[in-house]
């Protein structure tokens, strides 16, 4: 997987981010909207905010994605992500037409989210007892393993989280 030592993950696309020095250069914790507020966002056309909460009118994070996979079955989270948080994405990207970055902060990503090196195919290991495997980089992004980029914030520095620059 490419590796992103540029802060583009900031402004645009969408990142899935588990590292929180990365968090905490884009926005304080009162900047943080629920799932909920994004999705009821997303849902309600034309509602997406003026203003961006976050990095000078830049981004939006959110919080919630990964306890939201955790209730679900993976077969429900596997629908529920191509279903419901695809077509979010989506939206946001449209609304501000490629102009804003959409952050998902997850906490214990960096345990979470796997990555087969051979493929770059990116998975997300679903909470024990089942330890199922939802294949992100399928329901997320069609698979264009190409795309998505492991950012670091400094050079040899540890994984901070992945980058997207535009779901299709």
């Not at 909460?53 to 955790?70: E, I, Y």
């Not at 495997?133 to 540890?158: M, S, T, V």
Request: aromatic share 10%; hydrophobic share 40%.
């Amino acid at each position: 997987m490419r590796q992103l030592l540029d802060t583009v993950w900031q402004r645009r696309g969408t990142s899935w981010v588990w590292d929180e020095e990365a968090r905490n250069q884009i926005c304080g914790a009162s900047e943080v909207w629920s799932l909920r507020q994004f999705l009821r966002a997303a849902q309600a056309q034309g509602t997406w905010p003026e203003y961006l909460p976050s990095n000078d009118d830049q981004t939006l994070v959110v919080a919630g994605l990964d306890g939201s996979l955790d209730l679900l079955t993976a077969t429900d989270a596997e629908a529920w992500l191509g279903d419901v948080v695809k077509p979010a994405v989506l939206s946001f990207q449209d609304a501000y037409g490629g102009d804003a970055a959409l952050v998902f902060w997850l906490p214990g990503g960096q345990n979470r989210i796997k990555v087969l090196a051979s493929t770059d195919a990116v998975g997300w290991v679903c909470h024990a007892p089942s330890g199922h495997r939802l294949d992100f980089g399928r329901i997320l992004w069609g698979e264009a393993n190409e795309y998505p980029q492991e950012i670091l914030l400094r050079d040899g520095g540890k994984s901070a989280g992945l980058f997207h620059l535009r779901i299709t």
